[in-house]
């Protein structure tokens, strides 16, 4: 089953999601209590915007492993990603009460409350991930982010700048200010996205897919 895990994996990488899914089922088949094929199926099933689904299969191995902290992270992102925004907190909340020191879990649960509408606890999980790995580059850009769409924009930049003069090679301050500025300077935005997307290719970026609708739109291509 090992091998039909490492070809899922490599699936996802070339882009191919069905195959992906199929390698996965292979080695979840000959070995179906293996965590590790539960999470190459999430993993292919994620990489395809089927996170609900995802969900599903990971929920019987978190049963099964309800230790396991790798399960229990990549369930609650899928809930996450698939709306069910109470059932991701409660997964979170879990993991934060195994380990109260964990950033990744504060910066998720962070994620959580911005989906539920929550900004002052979205704010106060960022800060808190910020405390206990100062490097964090992912909470610090959702932090600035989040004060910006608040109206707080010019504190929001200088704290997305920091962070590049803290970590010219993370991709979080570039993407940051393209999402902060994708509404008052679309070309300038693209410029940091592009930014970002030289030090991290496949880096998930909302506002890429914004500008290139809106270019479309321009275009009369309304299927693109």
Do not use: M
């Amino acid at each position: 089953p090992s091998v039909w895990v490492t070809l899922s994996r490599l699936h996802v990488e070339s882009g191919d999601f069905i195959e992906a899914e199929r390698a996965a089922l292979k080695a979840r088949s000959l070995a179906p209590g293996w965590k590790t094929a539960a999470i190459a199926l999430a993993r292919a099933l994620r990489a395809d915007s089927r996170s609900g689904i995802a969900a599903l299969h990971l929920g019987e191995a978190v049963i099964a492993h309800p230790d396991d902290r790798e399960l229990a992270e990549l369930f609650g992102l899928c809930l996450l990603e698939s709306g069910k925004v109470t059932e991701a907190r409660a997964e979170f909340r879990k993991l934060a009460e195994r380990d109260s020191y964990d950033p990744l879990t504060f910066f998720n649960l962070g994620r959580v409350a911005e989906a539920a509408g929550d900004a002052v606890g979205a704010a106060e999980c960022y800060r808190t991930a910020i405390a206990r790995a100062p490097r964090v580059a992912a909470a610090r850009e959702a932090l600035a982010v989040l004060s910006g769409r608040h109206g707080r924009f010019a504190e929001a930049r200088a704290s997305l700048e920091e962070l590049i003069r803290d970590r010219p090679e993370s991709p979080f301050g570039f993407r940051g200010l393209g999402d902060l500025l994708v509404d008052v300077d679309a070309a300038e935005a693209l410029r940091f996205y592009e930014e970002a997307r030289q030090r991290s290719p496949d880096i998930p970026s909302a506002g890429l897919y914004f500008l290139s609708g809106n270019k479309c739109l321009i275009e009369k291509e309304f299927s693109e």
